[in-house]
């Protein structure tokens, strides 16, 4: 299985996700795509098999995986502090990968009911819906 985790800024939740992804599914290809230098660093640091940074190569790299995961932003058009552009906005929205995106609410995207659980709470629930996508 191919991941692709995006993230943006400091690459926090990127980190979080590539670690707790090697941990449940040693066997996963993750690729970590970044919007800048500083989050693909913080996911290779973390894991990650692969990385690349910057637009041409987020919109490039997700055409060949087969989940994608990232908080909720990097499907809105300037989403992250306008680091998503709207080019890897709508690459990812129409992407035939698997879609598992952890609705963090620093993109004025406000889903009910998710403010009940901590980010790390909300990583391990989208590493679940991953692992169910898993061939058995």
């Given at each position: ?12 939740l ?29 996911m290779l ?18 055409r ?6 990232g ?9 992250m ?13 129409s ?6 995106l ?35």
């Amino acid at each position: 299985m191919r991941i692709a985790v995006i993230d943006a800024q400091g690459g926090g939740l990127g980190k979080v996700i590539v670690e707790r992804i090697k941990q449940r599914m040693p066997q996963a290809e993750i690729l970590g795509l970044g919007t800048n230098v500083i989050a693909t660093n913080a996911m290779l640091k973390a894991g990650a098999d692969r990385a690349a940074t910057g637009e041409n190569a987020i919109v490039f790299n997700i055409r060949n995986v087969d989940v994608i995961i990232g908080g909720i932003g990097i499907i809105a058009a300037n989403g992250m502090m306008g680091e998503i552009t709207p080019k890897i906005a709508e690459a990812v929205s129409s992407s035939e990968a698997v879609k598992v995106l952890i609705p963090i609410g620093k993109c004025n995207i406000i889903i009910p009911g998710s403010e009940n659980y901590t980010t790390n709470e909300l990583i391990d629930k989208a590493i679940w819906h991953i692992t169910q996508c898993l061939p058995e």
